[in-house]
């Protein structure tokens, strides 16, 4: 036993009435009812309430009444039953009559409250993350972040994978993101890179014959950073071989169970899977929310159009009309059908207006497009909607690639409103299906979509051939939860000739691919398997879990979006004799 | 149930006979018998014997002949029971009759031979990692150590560690090693550093209250590789808050018995704890190999000087007269005494010479010093040795601390050549009481010997007042496993004004200390708990626990000693386009 406690702030109940023990902690508040004074003691498993008597120990307890915020103390007394109990806390129905005290470290006033909701702004508490860690929301979250990790090792442990290291100082790649690089002192003028992911390493442990490999673990990557990127992040990173994609996906599936049954207590159906196509036509996302249904519905659609030919230009031109019925809403407001028009017309949603129907309570239809369309033409777009009465259609039109990003947009926005999007609810999705290629009109070549390892769909490959390559559809699958893409991967290309065609099509010269691929390209000649894997964003499942939006507060240490640490102030200058024996210079 | 696989090749047994089966693997090696061509098929789980008939099925058999090794296969049969047993495996006692065989990939001839015992070289293993990793040894290493890392988050977590990530982008800092360095392109000749360990982080995590942290974390040190070092290595990095050294030898006593127990099956005892000075003083090593005795014994000791006044002037002007007793070892022949003799002069080493005495049968004692030494004067040494008939008393004499060190390896020799370092028997200890500073006289100034946040033992303050540094011991531990350091750590510095004089004493200004660790002092403002921690070296753990003296078979893609990655050929140069958004040119 520690001589700095005998037990834990988190864990004296009445049972321990009577006992003499020894806690140690830190003051979270302190309150002075004249005769006694009461002392809050918190550590990482609880709160324990400290008494102290004017009556029986005046010394002492003046003692405590000079103490602050933060302290660092060490006590000991006698495990009483309260007067006051507090039964929203697991120690509520005891406190400790204190016998002796010792300040074990004076503490500073913090420069904000070290409660649930802080009064600290982002930048503070990011500058004192270490005081911010002692909040207990923060500190919970890195708690299930850990749960999270344990869980993840469980499963796949039973599972037979491996978990096995990859290497952090690899080489660098153009393809891609931007790497983070490393200059190497005892080879001049080279470099490492930091690892994107594991991801030709995972596949050289697939021909190692490791059968079945995963790795929570860190990797990089230098972009530019938007509200919830780090320039360091965290994978779940696993492969299989022998394997296709019905086995991968019900592998991940099991995992997903496996966490939201033994994290959240969820017992979570089997996950339903959609097409890249149909995720695109019913929701405009290849990440669709599926918490909720309002699907899109095609208003002139080949096969039952409802909007053309009556005029109304805005329709007629357009590539696609699409709606969507927002179900019970037709009591929206001018003001409410105001904002979302705003809402569609910002710049990051991209429409050029909105057009309603309301159906009325007498199933009668009020549309903003009426001059055009008489009640048995919005009759049929009710049909087409499955509107009822009370029902609320919004329609977009447009180019159609922009016109789905933007009802995407809107219907997420409707979901919202109508609460359809509740944190606690989770409906996970495989995507599937991916197109294998995707067209840069800049660079006006095609690039890998998942990444140049995927394998194209066996009844695909004659495309390939042909050169019809934005048809090729992969053996890529995306796990959605929420509309958020927590996972990805894809079944690789085993088959040396075929990659090697594959890197032809990414405008790799066969040279570019020997130079930065060979030694994969060079593992496939002598006895690749067939294999295939996932990697699932750990920092963003950990979130998804907590049920909150950033990142961030799931990171114990996360950076800025200038890729700094504001607490250790790094990213710093370093000596020239640093920059000497690694044969660089700073270029003015 | 996969289309590549209904079990795998370790899984079959004699229970399974006449079920149809499916297998994918590796072809290990064929044998042509005229009517009957076998194959073994290799997975990660095991080998099968496949079975080839040329009266039932001539064809197949035709085709089973032309395969190559390390081809992937994928074929389908019946389990039978075998006619030869092979009770060495576990799948020994069948044979699949295959009926159907697919090829999934060819393989060229590789480089080695995949088998237990390989023909191939350090270097073309390193560059053919991916197929060394198929060797059964080498994939068993990798296995054990997933199972290391497992079953010390299995005792951890129980202990209610939480397992916390730190950041690996982070500030370089000139005390210690030399820092791998990341040009930032978003912050403009500035650099993080890559880890050498967690070492601030986890104290500030301590400050944030976690209470007890772990992590199974990569760390980066770009030092001159010696044989064994690698630029990247793992580290189980631990802390804890309100306790002692005593609480922290007991924890991790315990995180060492339980590797020992579940992954070896062994019942370690309880661990001894030596005092750094006694380590110095009877093994001349802080991490003395006590499989063996063999201690060291002063034979110039003031209390008992054995030697000294008899004229012999090698001994007379000696600082030091050190011996070991070889047990039994009065047999040595004149060859071997001589090879004794060549092992500590090498310059490693480091002796200018070697004095035997042997005990005969009779008890009689002959010397290579009895010019000097009568038999009485030699029976003294005996006795002071606890020499006995037929033990050697081998002796070396010179400066005391290049002396120590040369018996030190002298010492191993003889226990290698007695066989009394067996790799399968295991010896603990806790080296206990280190210097807290040592003396560098390059660069005339105490160094930390632990790191700059380790606190002095408490009675020894006042020296550190009274300015006798050298004298100040720590709080500070190593845990020797076979006289491999494997891990070591110390009770830390948490109080503010202690730390900013341990600054002071290493040679810190105030402004360096603050601008280097300003952000640890700060946190100690805050309430810092009183904390202590330990690291252990993963790498190395593991290949003590392998019975293996080198790492790099531990580690799955490790460097070579000019901290290349031959297989991926990596550091490699990067593109002109890289360096300018880096804001680093190279230096000609």
């Given at each position: 036993?520690?001589?700095?406690?005998?037990?834990?702030?988190?864990?004296?109940?009445?049972?321990?009435?009577?006992?003499?023990?020894?806690?140690?902690?830190?003051?979270?508040?302190?309150?002075?009812?004249?005769?006694?004074?009461?002392?809050?003691?918190?550590?990482?498993?609880?709160?324990?309430?400290?008494?102290?008597?004017?009556?029986?120990?005046?010394?002492?307890?003046?003692?405590?009444?000079?103490?602050?915020?933060?302290?660092?103390?060490?006590?000991?007394?006698?495990?009483?039953?309260?007067?006051?109990?507090?039964?929203?806390?697991?120690?509520?129905?005891?406190?400790?009559?204190?016998?002796?005290?010792?300040?074990?470290?004076?503490?500073?006033?913090?420069?904000?409250?070290?409660?649930?909701?802080?009064?600290?702004?982002?930048?503070?508490?990011?500058?004192?993350?270490?005081?911010?860690?002692?909040?207990?929301?923060?500190?919970?979250?890195?708690?299930?972040?850990?749960?999270?990790?344990?869980?993840?090792?469980?499963?796949?442990?039973?599972?037979?994978?491996?978990?096995?290291?990859?290497?952090?100082?690899?080489?660098?790649?153009?393809?891609?993101?931007?790497?983070?690089?490393?200059?190497?002192?005892?080879?001049?003028?080279?470099?490492?890179?930091?690892?994107?992911?594991?991801?030709?390493?995972?596949?050289?442990?697939?021909?190692?014959?490791?059968?079945?490999?995963?790795?929570?673990?860190?990797?990089?990557?230098?972009?530019?950073?938007?509200?919830?990127?780090?320039?360091?992040?965290?994978?779940?990173?696993?492969?299989?071989?022998?394997?296709?994609?019905?086995?991968?996906?019900?592998?991940?599936?099991?995992?997903?169970?496996?966490?939201?049954?033994?994290?959240?207590?969820?017992?979570?159906?089997?996950?339903?899977?959609?097409?890249?196509?149909?995720?695109?036509?019913?929701?405009?996302?290849?990440?669709?929310?599926?918490?909720?249904?309002?699907?899109?519905?095609?208003?002139?659609?080949?096969?039952?159009?409802?909007?053309?030919?009556?005029?109304?230009?805005?329709?007629?031109?357009?590539e696609l009309v699409v709606a969507i019925n927002a179900k019970g809403c037709a009591g929206?407001?001018?003001?409410?059908?105001?904002?979302?028009?705003?809402?569609?017309?910002?710049?990051?949603?991209?429409?050029?207006?909105?057009?309603?129907?309301?159906?009325?309570?007498?199933?009668?239809?009020?549309?903003?497009?009426?001059?055009?369309?008489?009640?048995?033409?919005?009759?049929?777009?009710?049909?087409?909607?499955?509107?009822?009465?009370?029902?609320?259609?919004?329609?977009?039109?447009?180019?159609?690639?922009?016109?789905?990003?933007?009802?995407?947009?809107?219907?997420?926005?409707?979901?919202?409103?109508?609460?359809?999007?509740?944190?606690?609810?989770?409906?996970?999705?495989?995507?599937?299906?991916?197109?294998?290629?995707?067209?840069?009109?800049?660079?006006?070549?095609?690039?890998?979509?998942?990444?140049?390892?995927?394998?194209?769909?066996?009844?695909?490959?004659?495309?390939?051939?042909?050169?019809?390559?934005?048809?090729?559809?992969?053996?890529?699958?995306?796990?959605?939860?929420?509309?958020?893409?927590?996972?990805?991967?894809?079944?690789?290309?085993?088959?040396?000739?075929?990659?090697?065609?594959?890197?032809?099509?990414?405008?790799?010269?066969?040279?570019?691919?020997?130079?930065?691929?060979?030694?994969?390209?060079?593992?496939?000649?002598?006895?690749?398997?067939?294999?295939?894997?996932?990697?699932?964003?750990?920092?963003?499942?950990?979130?998804?879990?907590?049920?909150?939006?950033?990142?961030?507060?799931?990171?114990?240490?996360?950076?800025?979006?200038?890729?700094?640490?504001?607490?250790?102030?790094?990213?710093?200058?370093?000596?020239?004799?640093?920059?000497?024996?690694?044969?660089?210079?700073?270029?003015?």
């Open positions: 036993m520690s001589i700095y406690r005998t037990n834990t702030c988190g864990e004296l109940r009445l049972s321990d009435a009577g006992k003499q023990v020894t806690l140690s902690g830190w003051l979270q508040k302190g309150r002075d009812l004249g005769g006694m004074t009461f002392i809050d003691l918190r550590d990482r498993y609880g709160i324990t309430q400290l008494a102290f008597n004017m009556e029986s120990n005046a010394a002492l307890c003046e003692q405590a009444r000079k103490l602050g915020r933060e302290f660092v103390l060490k006590i000991s007394g006698t495990v009483k039953e309260r007067e006051n109990k507090n039964l929203q806390i697991a120690t509520g129905e005891i406190e400790i009559v204190v016998g002796e005290l010792v300040v074990l470290n004076e503490a500073k006033t913090p420069p904000f409250t070290i409660e649930d909701n802080t009064d600290g702004g982002d930048d503070l508490r990011m500058k004192y993350r270490y005081l911010d860690l002692r909040r207990t929301p923060v500190r919970n979250n890195i708690m299930l972040r850990h749960k999270m990790a344990q869980q993840t090792r469980a499963y796949l442990d039973a599972q037979d994978f491996t978990e096995v290291e990859t290497p952090v100082l690899i080489k660098s790649t153009p393809e891609g993101a931007r790497d983070f690089v490393v200059p190497s002192r005892m080879n001049p003028g080279q470099f490492y890179a930091l690892p994107q992911s594991p991801q030709t390493f995972k596949q050289l442990l697939m021909v190692a014959g490791l059968d079945r490999y995963y790795q929570i673990v860190k990797c990089f990557r230098d972009e530019d950073l938007r509200a919830d990127r780090q320039p360091e992040f965290t994978q779940i990173d696993c492969e299989m071989s022998f394997v296709e994609q019905e086995d991968v996906l019900n592998m991940f599936e099991g995992l997903v169970k496996h966490l939201f049954k033994n994290v959240k207590g969820l017992d979570m159906q089997s996950v339903p899977r959609m097409t890249y196509a149909d995720a695109m036509k019913y929701y405009g996302s290849d990440k669709p929310d599926i918490r909720f249904d309002m699907k899109f519905v095609e208003l002139n659609a080949t096969e039952n159009n409802v909007v053309s030919g009556k005029n109304f230009k805005v329709f007629d031109d357009a929206y407001t001018r003001k409410q059908l105001d904002e979302l028009t705003d809402f569609v017309k910002r710049p990051q949603v991209g429409a050029t207006g909105l057009v309603y129907a309301r159906v009325n309570e007498d199933a009668s239809i009020k549309s903003s497009a009426d001059k055009f369309y008489d009640e048995t033409a919005l009759q049929a777009w009710a049909k087409a909607c499955g509107a009822e009465a009370n029902d609320l259609i919004l329609i977009l039109a447009g180019q159609a690639d922009k016109i789905r990003k933007a009802m995407n947009e809107l219907r997420l926005e409707m979901g919202t409103r109508m609460g359809l999007r509740d944190k606690d609810t989770y409906s996970c999705l495989w995507v599937l299906d991916f197109p294998l290629l995707e067209f840069n009109e800049e660079e006006n070549r095609y690039f890998a979509m998942h990444h140049p390892f995927t394998s194209p769909k066996p009844e695909d490959v004659e495309l390939l051939d042909k050169g019809e390559l934005g048809s090729v559809r992969a053996n890529a699958y995306d796990l959605v939860i929420n509309g958020v893409e927590v996972g990805g991967g894809s079944v690789r290309i085993f088959n040396k000739d075929l990659q090697a065609k594959m890197f032809g099509i990414l405008g790799f010269t066969p040279e570019q691919a020997q130079s930065q691929f060979g030694f994969l390209m060079n593992a496939f000649e002598f006895g690749a398997p067939p294999h295939a894997g996932i990697a699932f964003g750990f920092d963003r499942l950990c979130s998804l879990f907590g049920g909150e939006n950033s990142i961030r507060d799931f990171i114990a240490f996360p950076k800025n979006n200038s890729g700094r640490d504001v607490m250790i102030d790094g990213p710093s200058e370093i000596d020239q004799k640093q920059l000497d024996e690694l044969h660089i210079a700073l270029k003015k």
